[in-house]
């Protein structure tokens, strides 16, 4: 059973930091793509930025120099480095593996609360 389960999120004050974990079981994780995504209330999902298995990374232009996507193959996980957050970042962020021709995986989401 594949499972993505995100963790790190909470409540940030604006200018602060927070670093999100994605660990997966279930898959043969060097082979998906990993990608961040987030859901503000009321807005549609967005992805925040990716990483494919070969290490090429994709960001968002809104969190571009802010934030930082990053894979560690032996630990089957993925990470989220966000500096400088700021209230606009606050959603609930999501973490998707892919692969082509294989139906996406997503977690449930881990809140991010940016307020002072």
């Known amino acids: 059973q594949v499972q993505l389960v995100e963790s790190g999120g909470g409540v940030v004050q604006p200018g602060g930091t927070a670093r999100l974990s994605c660990a997966a079981s279930?898959?043969?994780?060097?082979?998906?793509?990993m990608g961040w995504y987030r859901q503000a209330p009321g807005k549609q999902r967005e992805l925040v930025a990716s990483m494919g298995s070969a290490g090429g990374t994709n960001y968002a232009d809104s969190v571009k120099g802010r934030f930082t996507i990053s894979r560690d193959n032996a630990k089957d996980t993925v990470y989220l480095q966000m500096n400088s957050l700021q209230p606009e970042d606050t959603a609930v962020y999501y973490c998707k593996a892919s692969r082509p021709l294989v139906t996406d995986y997503w977690g449930k989401g881990t809140l991010v609360t940016v307020s002072s």
């Open positions: 279930g898959i043969i994780f060097t082979s998906y793509d």
